[in-house]
């Protein structure tokens, strides 16, 4: 018997109450949602839907399985037995009193009750009695994994262990100020943009473009002082500070003044917004932020930086070892859209680079593992045949099983089998590798623990079939 799933609920199920929701259900949580708007089943629905989209082609493992997700009118029994409630509703502080305040006493005492807030601090929020902390996060919240603590070291401390078993990272403040950190940077950038737009120097458009063809990038993965420790060259950054400190005082910015909220500057932002985007629906603009944060965070999950350490290392923890018809199953994952090609379906390249997934984790299996290699000693690919049987799309599960066909002395003959979730058997993948000492880059044998292991793999797996294994290209396949 499986155990039991941990529950959290979703007080406001707006963006943000709908991207918190997405977030625990697919890491294996049962999600309850409250919220007295009669929309918001499809609102958070369409949110799920994106989310199921785009959070497992982060991975190159199987999430867990999907939680339970349900919709109630009454909030205490959407509470009832729930580890982690968020608050999402408007911020208003006096809402937020009378919610945060039931939710205090209807919750149970284990519970961790956060808000989404992202200017109000705790003290503010608990001044009639609530128990809540800041957990404010960043839309989509299904893909950003930052989360800013702020509250009491014990509340945090046990909210911050829950976050990272979803895959977030949770940033403790060390004292609460208000909008705290992420919030008050990002407003010296809009009122900037505000008065760029309001005096004509530029548009909406022009300046996203500033934002996302420079130093929109370089944040990404080193954010601000990273960056400007490099611009300060072998000197580090004494020498960029005193090169670029005295701009500091000179009229650059309008930091300090805020523009007019006036019907015409309104007009006139929304208007060039219009302009730049309005050609797409906001579901559509959706998809492709979340195709784009994919694409850059499985880029930074290579190298572990920034977003993409936080993958990789929530990955690590997602569990293994199944098997399929005796076979190890050596990749579990969904297959994200920048593995497709202009028909559609899956680009032969990432068939193979599929298999050279599987092919790391069975030399894993067999203990040629990081380590090993790192030692000096690894498997190259010397040859590769590929039988393309059925299409694969974006959004499809894709399971490969191993079978080591032989593993005697220096070689390692592997057949790989891709298969979808329906149980089609999409392509097959026949490799075969050459032991090699990194050193000297010449075929040598194994270490007799990884040479012992692939050989008792070869025999568990030599009495099964292995059709398609041998063929050559343009080989004509058999008929009944």
């Given amino acids: 018997m499986s155990a039991p799933r941990n529950k959290a609920a979703i007080i406001g199920g707006g963006v943000i109450g709908g991207g918190w929701a997405a977030r625990f259900l697919l890491n294996g949580w049962d999600v309850a949602v409250f919220d007295p708007d009669p929309e918001a089943q499809r609102k958070i629905s369409e949110v799920i839907g994106n989310a199921r989209r785009a959070l497992p082609a982060l ?3 199987a999430m867990p399985e999907e939680g339970v997700l349900t919709f109630h009118d009454d909030m205490a029994e959407a509470v009832s037995g729930t580890l982690w409630v968020q608050e999402s509703v408007p911020e208003r502080l006096d809402l937020k009193h009378k919610v945060l305040g039931a939710l205090s006493d209807m919750a149970p005492q284990e519970a961790v009750i956060g808000s989404s807030t992202s200017g109000f601090k705790p003290s503010e929020l608990n001044e009639q009695g609530a128990r809540a902390v800041v957990a404010h996060p960043f839309n989509p919240v299904y893909l950003l994994p930052l989360v800013e603590l702020v509250g009491e070291p014990d509340r945090t401390e046990k909210a911050a262990g829950i976050l990272r078993s979803i895959g977030m990272y949770p940033l403790t403040l060390r004292k609460e100020i208000d909008a705290h950190i992420a919030d ?9 943009s505000l008065w760029l737009v309001k005096d004509g120097v530029a548009t909406t458009e022009e300046i996203d473009d500033a934002i996302r063809m420079a130093f929109g990038i370089r944040w990404a993965q080193m954010g601000l002082f990273e960056t400007y420790r490099i611009a300060g060259g072998e000197a580090g950054m004494k020498h960029f500070m005193a090169q670029f400190g005295p701009c500091l005082s000179w009229p650059w910015t309008k930091l300090i003044d805020v523009p007019e909220f006036t019907d015409e500057l309104v007009d006139l932002i929304a208007g060039q917004s219009d302009d730049q985007s309005g050609h797409m629906s906001i579901r559509e603009l959706e998809r492709l932020r979340d195709d784009n944060i994919v694409g850059m965070v499985r880029s930074l999950k290579r190298t572990g930086s920034g977003a993409g350490g936080v993958v990789k290392e929530h990955e690590a923890a997602l569990p293994e070892g199944e098997t399929k018809d005796g076979l190890p199953v050596t990749v579990r994952r969904q297959v994200p859209t920048s593995w497709t090609d202009y028909n559609g379906h899956m680009n032969e390249t990432h068939y193979l680079e599929a298999a050279s997934l599987a092919t790391d984790n069975l030399m894993a299996l067999v203990g040629a593992d990081a380590q090993y290699v790192a030692s000096g000693k690894s498997y190259f690919t010397v040859e590769t045949h590929i039988r393309y049987l059925d299409e694969v799309h974006a959004g499809d ?3 490969i099983t191993t ?11 592997l057949f790989h089998r891709l298969w979808r979730k329906d149980g089609t058997l999409a392509a097959t993948v026949e490799k075969m590798l050459l032991h090699t000492d990194l050193k000297t880059r010449r075929a040598c044998p194994p270490d007799e623990l990884v040479a012992q292991a692939l050989a008792d793999m070869a025999a568990s797996h030599s009495g099964k079939t292995a059709e398609g294994a041998a063929r050559y290209v343009g080989q004509p396949r058999e008929t009944a």
Wanted: glycine share 8%; net charge positive; no cysteine.
């Fill in 397 to 399: 599960q894709l399971l």
């Fill in 184 to 192: 008050r940077l990002l407003e010296a950038v809009w009122r900037e």
């Fill in 403 to 413: 079978q080591v066909l032989s593993g005697e002395g220096k070689r390692m003959h």
């Fill in 59 to 61: 991975y190159d493992r």
